[in-house]
C-alpha cells in the first residue's frame, strides 16, 4: 500500500512566513499545486490515481465526517482498475439524511449504505472492496466492471461476499447489470487488458478461451503459461498491457532484455505446435478488431 499523500493548508503555508501572494507565486511556477480552495501539494511526478489519492485526502478534510469514499474513489484506495477520465471528481456516499451534492471536484451521492460495508483505508472511512465493486459494476459500463470484479477476486476477495453484496441492494440503480458483471468475473484474468479481452472475445461470440494455459513438453518439461488458449486449436492468445515487459524485468535487465526473452518463450512454444496470436490494450477496446484477428487465426489453424 503505498503511503499516505502529505499534503498542506494554505493556514499552514502562512504559518511557514509565505503570504497569499508568496502562494500565488509558487502556483504559477509549479513549484506548488493546488488541489481544491486551501490546499496543496508539491508537485511530484505523479500518476492520475496518485493525483487522485491527494484530491481524495483534501477533500475529506471539508465534508461531515459521516460522508464515506465511494464508487470510482473508492476504487482508487482499493487499488482497483476505473476510468482515468472520471478521476478529476472525488465521488462519495452520505450517511446522514440528505440530497446528494455536486461541486466542481467532488459528488456526495445519498444512497443506501450499512455498516458493516464501511472499512477504513489511509485514515479514511471508505466503501468496503465487495461495496465496492458492487458500486462499480453498476455505475460503470460493463467492461470496466468486470475489470474491477476481475481485479478484486484476484486479490482473493470471496466470490459468496461480492454476490451477498449484490443480494443486499436489489434495488439500487444498475443492480441487475452489477449482478451479470459478477457472474462473468474471474479472478484467473491477471490484468485489466485480460478482462477487457474476455469481455470482447465473449461479445464477438468466439469460442471461450483457457485462462492462464500451461504449456508443457512431451517430456512433461515446463514451456509457458499463456493469458489465453484454444487448446484443441493449437491457439494461444497474449495481450500486452503497457507495462507488461517491465513487469517481466530482474533486477539488473534492461527492457530489451526482457523482450528477447518474450521473443524466445514465443519460438519455445511454437516449437510445441502452438501458434500464438498478440493483441495491445488499444486492439483490445476495439471489439471488431480484436474479433477479427482472433478469427483469422482460428481459421488459420483449422
Known amino acids: ?135 462499480l459494476a453498476r455505475s460503470l459500463p460493463f467492461e470496466w466492471g468486470v475489470m474491477a470484479c476481475d481485479d478484486a477476486l484476484r486479490q482473493g476477495l470471496n466470490p459468496a461476499v461480492l454476490h451477498m453484496a449484490a443480494r443486499r441492494h436489489p434495488r439500487l440503480r444498475g443492480a441487475p447489470r452489477a449482478r451479470r458483471v459478477i457472474a462473468f468475473g474471474n479472478p484467473l484474468s491477471e490484468s485489466a487488458a485480460e478482462s477487457l479481452s474476455r469481455v470482447q472475445i465473449a461479445r464477438a461470440g468466439l469460442p471461450a478461451p483457457e485462462l492462464q494455459f500451461e504449456l508443457f513438453d512431451s517430456d512433461g518439461v515446463f514451456v509457458s503459461r499463456s493469458d489465453f488458449a484454444w487448446p484443441e486449436l493449437h491457439l494461444v492468445g497474449e495481450v500486452d498491457g503497457k507495462a507488461k515487459y517491465g513487469s517481466l524485468l530482474r533486477p539488473g535487465q534492461e527492457p530489451a532484455d526482457a523482450i528477447m526473452a518474450e521473443k524466445r518463450r514465443e519460438e519455445s512454444i511454437r516449437q510445441q505446435g502452438f501458434w500464438v496470436v498478440r493483441w495491445d490494450w488499444e486492439t483490445a477496446w476495439n471489439e471488431h478488431e480484436l474479433a477479427s484477428l482472433i478469427r483469422r487465426a482460428m481459421q488459420w489453424r483449422r
Open 1 to 135: 500500500m503505498s503511503q499516505t499523500p502529505q499534503n498542506i493548508t494554505h493556514d499552514e503555508l502562512r504559518q511557514t512566513g509565505l503570504s497569499t501572494s508568496d502562494i500565488d507565486t509558487r502556483i504559477r511556477r509549479g513549484t506548488l499545486m493546488r488541489l481544491r480552495r486551501g490546499v496543496y501539494s508539491a508537485p511530484e511526478a505523479r500518476t492520475p490515481e496518485e493525483q487522485h489519492r491527494h484530491l481524495i485526502h483534501a477533500s475529506t478534510t471539508v465534508v461531515t465526517d459521516s460522508n464515506v469514499v465511494s464508487h470510482v474513489s473508492a476504487g482508487v484506495l482499493h487499488g482497483l482498475p476505473v476510468p482515468r477520465h472520471q478521476l478529476e471528481l472525488v465521488t462519495m456516499t452520505r450517511l446522514t439524511s440528505g440530497h446528494g451534492e455536486h461541486s466542481e471536484r467532488m459528488r456526495v451521492r445519498h444512497t443506501a449504505l450499512a455498516a458493516d460495508e464501511v472499512t477504513t483505508l489511509e485514515g479514511l472511512r471508505v466503501t468496503t472492496l465487495a461495496r465496492t465493486v458492487f458500486d
